[in-house]
């Protein structure tokens, strides 16, 4: 009996995400915030919410890494933008707080995009230190840009 070793509780899962792809999207994210007149810390997990890259922004704060890492694997695992989640993080939300108490790491508000190829989750990007529509904006234009560089790698 053969087994999908990539079979989650999610869905399928791709585990492409490298070093090369994440640094398509940290390039990707600070030229979206340089353009927009900001600076961002990034981080880029794998499709496990697995830190695969963290680059922080200067002059940024001491919660920089847990805050964009946060965003990043919250989009990963449920595999959404983290502007949609903002409603999801209310106290008397039964959702929410399963989610909280299952990974501790989730941070529910803008900046956070899962990255996919085929309907399959290869990893995701989470941006911080802008302003909530900056994040992410930055999150969003650098997950496309990853996308687009996954496609052209396993087009060959």
Request: with cysteine; aromatic share 8%; hydrophobic share 40%.
């Amino acid at each position: 009996m053969t087994t999908n070793q990539n079979r989650g509780v999610l869905g399928d899962y791709a585990p492409e995400m490298t070093q090369q792809l994440a640094e398509v999207g940290v390039r990707a994210a600070q030229q979206r915030a340089k353009e927009a007149g900001g600076t961002t810390s990034v981080v880029v997990v794998d499709a496990a919410g697995h830190l695969v890259m963290f680059v922080r922004a200067d002059k940024r704060g001491v919660y920089s890494f847990e805050m964009t890492f946060g965003r990043a694997s919250a989009a990963a695992a449920l595999r959404r933008r983290t502007v949609e989640l903002e409603g999801l993080a209310t106290p008397i939300n039964p959702r929410w707080v399963y989610y909280q108490n299952l990974i501790q790491t989730f941070v529910p508000v803008p900046g956070g995009c899962p990255v996919a190829h085929d309907g399959k989750i290869i990893g995701a990007i989470g941006c911080g230190g802008d302003t909530a529509e900056q994040d992410q904006a930055s999150a969003d234009f650098a997950a496309a840009e990853m996308e687009k560089a996954y496609a052209k790698i396993v087009s060959g």
